[in-house]
């Protein structure tokens, strides 16, 4: 969960110094493969395509296509920033096995669990760190949201059980409901959810932000 930067920008990986990209591109890198899976998906939903004698629907084709997308574009963002967080990188990794499993099967049921196993791998590392009285967290997003010690452990809590909850919820909608109505839940449905954690932490930021020296 270690985002292996020091706070001069260096990489304790050896995989350089961080740099800053343009952050509209950036935002790109990150957002692009999910906005072209959904619009691929709109487009081959309806068709089914037959290839080596085999059929397959159009999530398939698509899962097939979102795959090197998503390789590709965070390894361009490696290639700009000069690192790659571990949640980056578990993230690819699980869309890789996930997502390639679903191809080779022909059965969409194993991309659908990805966000499952993201959010249970994501809960399970921050709730680990927790047993050790720690926030891993905190090695994420220290740069970014200076807080107290007792503001890190307060949202590693939250933030481990949310994650549970969408681990449990993504669940239900994939076994429960159509593909489509899946696919809308993963787009838009987990990104929102996302948003309006952090935006709900607000009275943590407020209570227990500290300023950084020379700010």
Request: hydrophobic letters at 45%; proline letters at 3%.
């Amino acid at each position: 969960m270690t985002d292996e930067t020091d706070r001069s920008g260096g990489n304790k990986a050896g995989q350089g110094p961080g740099k800053d990209p343009n952050p509209m591109l950036k935002t790109a890198l990150e957002l692009g493969p999910v906005v072209a899976f959904f619009a691929a998906y709109l487009l081959l939903k309806d068709r089914v395509f037959t290839i080596g004698g085999r059929d397959y629907e159009g999530f398939i084709l698509v899962t097939a296509g979102f795959i090197p997308l998503m390789i590709a574009s965070t390894a361009v963002l490696w290639k700009l920033t000069g690192h790659l967080s571990k949640m980056q990188i578990a993230t690819v990794v699980l869309v890789t096995v996930f997502g390639g499993l679903s191809v080779w099967l022909n059965d969409d049921r194993f991309f659908k669990m990805k966000p499952t196993m993201i959010y249970l791998l994501f809960g399970g590392i921050l709730g680990f760190g927790l047993l050790r009285g720690q926030s891993y967290l905190r090695t994420v997003l220290d740069a970014q949201v200076p807080l107290k010690h007792e503001g890190w452990m307060i949202l590693t809590r939250r933030l481990t059980a949310f994650f549970f909850l969408l681990a449990v919820l993504n669940e239900v909608i994939w076994r429960t409901m159509s593909t489509e109505t899946w696919v809308y839940f993963k787009t838009f449905g987990l990104t929102a959810a996302i948003f309006l954690f952090f935006v709900t932490q607000n009275s943590v930021f407020r209570e227990y932000g500290e300023e950084r020296e020379g700010e």
